[in-house]
């Protein structure tokens, strides 16, 4: 009897060990989760519709800015969960708790508004980035305020101008990211709608 206790007792310790190599191997080596720069970074993935993608959006304290990026989401056919942080206590950390919230639930991607990385919460946003990175869920950062200087924790920075028009529907840039598919470091985006010529 004790043998097989034994051999149970190991048996599980393996599979604890593999289950922490296979997550430990969903963080690339020295980029971030969805920091796909050309088609040769891309990694062999099964591509999901909009509709089915998971994506999570945790606000910033700019209420009107997160409507407006939550409803050019949807606009583009995304259906982003909307974690807001306006009217809380401490909104960095009501913001991290939203991270925490959403790579616990498995998102697709989440999206970061108006992240403030500096003086007292520089150390909490370095821990809790980490959750999703070794989750295998890319993370992108809208509108920063301050972002961490370890590029490995985001995939992308999206700064909106809703006046540039190059500038990228933010529904297309997230769904690429969250598709993997090559984008850039910085990306302008735009939550307005634009008319098609034809």
Not at 67 to 79: F, H, I, N, P, S
Not at 148 to 162: E, G, H, Q, Y
């Amino acid at each position: 009897a004790v043998n097989g206790h034994v051999r149970r007792a190991a048996a599980g310790l393996v599979a604890a060990a593999c289950i922490a190599s296979m997550l430990s191997a969903c963080a690339p080596g020295n980029a971030a989760v969805g920091d796909t720069q050309s088609a040769d970074d891309a990694v062999a993935h099964i591509m999901k519709d909009r509709n089915s993608l998971n994506v999570a959006m945790v606000g910033s304290q700019d209420v009107q800015s997160d409507r407006m990026a939550m409803e050019a989401l949807k606009t583009g056919g995304l259906k982003p969960i909307y974690l807001p942080v306006s009217g809380t206590v401490d909104a960095q950390a009501a913001a991290r708790q939203g991270v925490k919230d959403m790579t616990q639930r498995m998102a697709d991607i989440i999206v970061i508004a108006g992240m403030d990385a500096s003086g007292a919460n520089h150390d909490g946003w370095y821990e809790m980035l980490d959750a999703p990175r070794q989750a295998g869920i890319p993370v992108v950062l809208l509108d920063p305020i301050s972002m961490p200087t370890d590029s490995a924790l985001f995939a992308a920075t999206l700064k909106t101008n809703d006046r540039m028009t190059d500038a990228k529907p933010i529904a297309d840039v997230v769904a690429a990211i969250a598709n993997n598919d090559p984008h850039d470091r910085e990306i302008i985006v735009t939550t307005v709608k634009r008319k098609t010529r034809g």
